[in-house]
């Protein structure tokens, strides 16, 4: 197994070798935590040993660990002040990563990870949870009823899709204060993990809701499909539609709502979910294109995606893909991420800046709550006064003229 990589502590003050700071202007630093008054906190020069557990020898999931990877670093290149971080490196067998992490244990005061879900609750679900340990991901079923809580020493700030969907639902309600949600999505598991969770968030606030599956053979809408979906909203108009979906296929539905009829209709899948309430009189084809439609961050791809057909569309997402001039996300450096994929492996660079700026909290607080102005959102954290909490409130946007644009919500 390839040996731990280490990165050695830099006292306060200390200048990186040949650097002279009296040529260089004072650096933006990005906004400082939010806490009550702490007379716990450690005192400043308290050395913090911080293991970064990933699985960077996965054939799945390595690039994405090391774009995380990187993002931390470029956090602990800002504030490294008596820190000192080792990177561990895992595959995916669980068993692997437990003994890495039971070794991590014993010499370092943090450990941040692991990465996958599957890994996170294999660790949850052991007897080594001791120290503070700050997961990357949530084990499947988490927050939902019956699921068993995290252990007291573990915090998880995973970036999850479903909480997007759930903090879409109640802008969606606060935007559109009557009427019911339309909520679209296909066959693809994680598309249903998404519709059910904001159809879920908006049933608790009071509303109804109904759930389309379209076929979606390709990766294309069924053509038949969208003509029926017309022929619904023509019985009566939601009052916004809610896309589980991804940029592409969102676009494909906002074409098909501005088009004509034109094929006979077949009967696409249903959802148990709460059906609409009586319709209206049959509404106008033109005020389908009009319909407020609400998604995720996964309707922003990216550079190189035609995103003028979404004009108006709305959605969440981090500030680091969203606000440039954002005061945390202008201080740390922007790899240069193209292709495909790139996009998602920008949000794991900020996640990975983020957890360290965590981390590097709870080392000088070891409990107490506090907020964070981070670049993957608004955080807030309650660690190491029993259970944990971690919240975190994404920035909405709206695309105006090709490019998603971020606005109050």
Do not use: C
């Amino acid at each position: 197994m390839p040996p731990a990589e280490t990165f050695a502590i830099t006292l306060p003050g200390a200048a990186p070798a040949g650097e002279d700071r009296s040529e260089l202007p004072p650096r933006a630093e990005a906004p400082a935590a939010v806490r009550d008054v702490d007379y716990n906190a450690l005192p400043p020069d308290t050395p913090v040993r911080i293991g970064l557990l990933l699985p960077l020898r996965s054939d799945t999931l390595g690039v994405a660990a090391d774009a995380l990877r990187a993002g931390f670093m470029a956090a602990w290149e800002r504030d490294r002040a008596n820190i000192t971080v080792t990177v561990l490196e895992t595959g995916d067998v669980a068993q692997d990563i437990l003994s890495v992490y039971a070794r991590a244990l014993q010499t370092q005061d943090i450990v941040v990870g692991p990465l996958s879900r599957s890994a996170v609750a294999s660790v949850a679900a052991s007897p080594l949870v001791s120290k503070p340990t700050i997961a990357l991901n949530y084990p499947e079923g988490y927050g939902q009823p019956g699921a068993l809580p995290l252990p007291p020493h573990m915090l998880a700030i995973g970036l999850s899709i479903e909480e997007e969907a759930r903090q879409a639902a109640q802008w969606a309600a606060s935007e559109q204060p009557d009427g019911a949600a339309l909520v679209l999505t296909t066959g693809s598991a994680w598309q249903r993990r998404v519709a059910a969770a904001f159809a879920g968030q908006w049933q608790k606030l009071g509303r109804p809701v109904r759930t389309i599956e379209l076929s979606s053979p390709d990766g294309y809408l069924s053509d038949p499909e969208l003509v029926q979906l017309r022929a619904t909203l023509r019985q009566g108009l939601p009052a916004l539609l809610f896309s589980a979906m991804g940029a592409d296929q969102t676009r494909q539905l906002r074409l098909a709502l501005g088009s004509a009829v034109s094929t006979e209709p077949v009967n696409p899948i249903f959802s148990t979910a709460d059906a609409l309430p009586p319709p209206p009189p049959s509404a106008p084809a033109d005020q389908f294109s009009s319909l407020p439609i609400y998604g995720t961050s996964a309707l922003n791809p990216g550079a190189g995606f035609p995103a003028q057909d979404l004009e108006g569309v709305r959605l969440l997402d981090l500030p680091w893909q969203l606000q440039r001039d954002h005061p945390a996300v202008m201080v740390y450096p922007r790899p240069l991420q193209t292709g495909v994929g790139s996009a998602d492996m920008a949000r794991l660079y900020a996640l990975g800046i983020d957890a360290f700026r965590v981390a590097r909290e709870i080392g000088r607080h070891p409990a107490g709550r506090f907020q964070l102005d981070g670049v993957t959102g608004r955080l807030s954290i309650d660690f190491g006064q029993g259970p944990s909490s971690f919240e975190r409130i994404e920035q909405s946007a709206v695309y105006q003229n090709g490019a998603a644009q971020p606005v109050r919500p």
